[in-house]
């Protein structure tokens, strides 16, 4: 008998959960608002094209504070806030991820700015990485900053002007993650925990991947790129120039990179003029993280996706596609093409080339090729710039913000199709490993608790249900290096033999009941077959017996267990070597017991056949009544205990 049986696996989703970036301002008076959804046009006061703005919503999406190009902080009405000016030692940070916002704790926000010109101008050398603290409960709730300038890097540590940030697998604290610089350059990726306690000034390093200069100056032009963490925080990015891009594995529980794959480059020519060098400049993940999205410029492919999910190395390199070319794109190289993903998994593009002020949108950028639908022009900002080239109208940057409130955990398939006679054969899932979701460990829960075989750590385990029912099956993976989903699914088995069993489950040692069943044609007991549909059994201690049926029309089976309890029954009259003596009378009785007994404080339990507790009682006195008026004529066992030992004597009811 087989059932067919569609099941859906139910897994919450993280997608649109996390509204801490639901606002966004950038550029000459540019903004977004994603708190209700599709996004709105907001009006700032910012007019200066700059390249890196930064800030925060509560969870709820109402705006906070955001922070023009890491050194100014401004509240939600656009004001400088309390103490909010030059908050790191340079007035102007360069670069498109010049600061980032990460909530300390309570009210408190870390802003954590790129120092660039402390490196170029200052005597003597600042900290190129610092941060200031801001708290929302003050100024009525506007905000004020409370400290500034705090250092995190050392003192004439050359630091590249990118930083991106992630949460750590304890969910709790975050990661911070910045590159060393200087010339000829390093490829040293520094990560420094952040903890609401603080950030440490010890930086966890990873030397892995192409060599990073300082980014100061004119030199800042040939190394406008990116770095940016997927969604779930396990994989790092990062564009460079000659068409460089680079993919890395990240530990978020340690701060490790590691495992680089080189996605696209060309062959490192001299510099020769940094506007018009061959660079990847924009980076973004897909909210599943299974895509990476590069943007370039000068003579090259506007935008392109990598499917990470490909295979091998040499796959995810090879299939890499164009999704957008622009003929301008290989005259006006000066623009960044910076892209951000939104809280409602759409990727936004600023595309600096076109005279009108609006961003490109990727519209299901967790589909393949063609399929993730990209508008050059999907959603206006603020009108036609009046400057050209078009960057006084929304920059070239867009907001910076922590990785994980963008996440869309995968949508997982069916973790099981069919059903014959209770045996239901499951697959786990499969995920791509190289977006981050490699699995470690999986532990299947049938919530069939008759069966010996309840659980399983197999891929693709095989379980058979032990009754007709309705079962919760829970199965949980265990991501690499950390962090789990809970996959369940309800399913209904029919079919099988109803089985029962009767028969007394409390017996005195020394004695035997007779168990009968109906419900099935052949029967077995622990795994011994009988002719007939009853047993004798006669345990000596007690004893599980497992009782299997098989239905002879349907071919199905089932199976159930009894307990069989044995108790140490004493007689009439008890012996005086016990610790304690007590008597019952009359015995047999209509229904009402006197117990006496020589100790003074003791407990009376009395059960039925099936095991029930149908009487409870506390003397104190050595005597004391039960009263069985309201049960069945039959044999009852009753208990006697005191703090030293336990007795167990039959009663009769008729």
Known sequence: MKNILTIFCFITLSCFSQKEAAQWRFGNHAG?????GAPTTVSTNIADPAYSFSGIADSLGNFLFYVYSGSIVYN??????????????????????????IRKSGSQYYVISHNNENYAWTSPIAPMTSYAIVDMNLASGLGSVTTTSVAISAVGLAQVGKMAATKHCNQKDHWLLRHQGGFPGTNNYQSY????????????????????????IQAHVFYRGVHKFSPNGRKVAATLPYRTVELYDFDNSTGILSNVIKLDTITNPPFVNGILEPNALGLEFSPDGTKLYVTYNNKHSFL?????CAGSPAAIVASKTIISYDTLNAVIGVMAYPMQLGIDGKIYVNRCETPVSSLGVI????????????????????GPSTFFPPIAGMGIGLPNFESNFFEQKPILGPISSSIVCGQVNYAAPSLCAAAGYSVSARQWNFNDTISSANTSSLANPSHVFSANGSYTVQLVLNYYPCGTDTLKQTINITGLPTLSITGNKIICKGESTIL??????????????????TAQVQPSVSTVYTISTTNTVTGCSALKTINITVRPCTSINNSSAEQFNFNIYPNPSDGVFMIESDAHIFIIKVYNQLGMLVYQGLTENGKHKIDLSNQANGIYFVEVQNKNSLKTQKLIKW
Do not use: E, R, W
């Open 32 to 36: 977004l608002n994603f708190q209700n």
């Open 363 to 382: 519209n299901n950028p967790n589909a393949l090729g063609a399929l993730c639908n990209y508008q050059p022009q999907g959603i206006q900002t603020l």
């Open 516 to 533: 009968s069943f109906l419900g099935g044609n052949n029967y077995s007991i622990n795994n011994n077959a009988i002719l007939q549909n």
């Open 304 to 308: 392109c996706q990598f499917n990470l």
């Open 193 to 216: 925990l952040v903890t609401s306690a603080g950030i440490s000034t010890t930086a966890v390093i990873s030397s892995i991947g192409a060599l990073q200069t300082q980014a100061y």
């Open 76 to 101: 939600k009405n656009n004001d400088t806030m309390a103490n909010g000016f030059g908050i790191s030692s340079s007035i102007h940070n360069s670069g498109t991820q010049a600061s980032i916002v």
